[in-house]
């Protein structure tokens, strides 16, 4: 069974910084793209970075020279660098990853439980 557990989030004031992390355990042959996505409440769930097993990475917009998406693929572990965190970026964030189990195994998409952030103004 793959776990994805996610860590980092809590209340920040606008204009700091949090850190969240996301460690994979369990049975895994590979880990391909890993992202991490955020849901306000009353929205559908965005996407806000995303980062190749060969370190690529794309951002939201409006994400884009605040938020650092990286991972280290010997500890499994893909992290989300937020700074000058603003409110609008209050939401809960989720990470993502596509992970193969075995060789003879379909890639399956996997969430974690979901970390809250919240900035307050």
């Known amino acids: 069974q793959v776990q994805l557990v996610e860590s980092g989030g809590g209340l920040v004031q606008a204009g700091g ?3 969240l992390s996301c460690a ?3 049975s895994m042959f ?3 793209d890993m992202a991490w996505y955020r849901q306000a409440p009353g929205k559908q769930r965005e996407l806000v970075a995303a980062i190749t097993s060969g370190g690529s990475t794309n951002y939201q917009d409006s994400v884009k020279g605040r938020f650092t998406i990286s991972r280290d693929n010997a500890k499994n572990t893909v992290y989300l660098q937020m700074n000058s965190l603003k409110p609008e970026d209050t939401a809960v964030y989720y990470c993502n990853a596509a992970i193969r189990r075995a060789l003879v195994v379909n890639t399956g998409n996997y969430w974690g439980q979901g970390t809250q952030v919240t900035v307050s103004s």
């Open 17 to 19: 910084s949090l850190r």
């Open 24 to 26: 994979a355990s369990g």
């Open 30 to 32: 590979r880990i391909y």
